[in-house]
């Protein structure tokens, strides 16, 4: 038997985004798993990471060769770092000072990387005018340092590198991507890093992070 039910209500934009706001999963645990290729020292190196977070507790993180050895292990807490290093049979305790020496970075504390694993992100793609029809190609990019000295990630998708110098080469150029405890927080960082990226033809749009706020 087929029964007639009532047909679906149209919610619209605005409204399916508030319902995703509010069905968000914000569990205890967060697990993770990444494989990374990396140049050091002019040499490549290609190893795996895993990551397991307790909020507000701790964060276990595990790297090792693709051969899938373990070769470092840290544990970080609010106020503690604990590094194993089985490759040199080491072992230390202390605080961030460690972490920040290895990073070459002076400002990561538990809070700084629990917030990676938290809050909201938000990614702006600035394209070529023109996209996704006819478009131009060769206009320099300037201020990706700049963008991500502000705190944004930049990833290249329509780029190359030409004299020296990054161009545009595709229809969708960077993405501009930021990270904040709160969704405004990400979209304001994010629109400051758009407005350092410079290229002829640079276009982008403004609405669709809008609607959520």
């Known amino acids: 038997m087929i029964k007639h039910g009532k047909s679906l209500e149209e919610i619209g934009a605005d409204m399916l985004l508030k319902n995703i706001h509010d069905s968000a999963f914000y569990g205890k645990w967060i697990s993770a798993k990444a494989s990374v290729n990396a140049t050091i020292d002019n040499d490549k190196n290609s190893f795996n ?14 790297v090792s060769p693709l051969l899938g050895i373990e070769a470092v292990r840290v544990l970080l807490t609010p106020d503690t770092v604990r590094f194993l290093d089985r490759i040199n049979h ?17 400002n990561l504390d538990f809070e700084t990387a629990s917030n990676t694993q938290n809050g909201y992100a938000c990614n702006v793609v600035l394209a070529s005018k023109g996209y996704p029809d006819a478009y131009g190609k060769g206009s320099v990019v300037t201020g ?6 502000l705190g944004a990630y930049v990833f290249q998708a329509g780029t190359a590198e030409q004299n020296g110098e990054i161009v545009s080469a595709g229809g969708r150029v960077v993405g501009v991507c930021a990270h904040g405890t709160t969704l405004r927080d990400a979209v304001n960082l994010a629109y400051r890093a758009v407005d350092e990226i410079k290229f002829d033809g640079k276009t982008y749009r403004r609405d669709i992070a809008a609607r959520a706020l």
Do not use: F, P, T
């Open 49 to 62: 990471i895993n990551m397991r977070m307790c909020r507000d507790s701790a964060i276990w993180v595990s």
């Open 90 to 106: 080491e072992y230390k305790v202390s605080g961030y000072k460690l972490i920040n020496d290895l990073l070459n970075s002076g």
């Open 144 to 149: 990706i340092e700049r963008a991500e000295a």
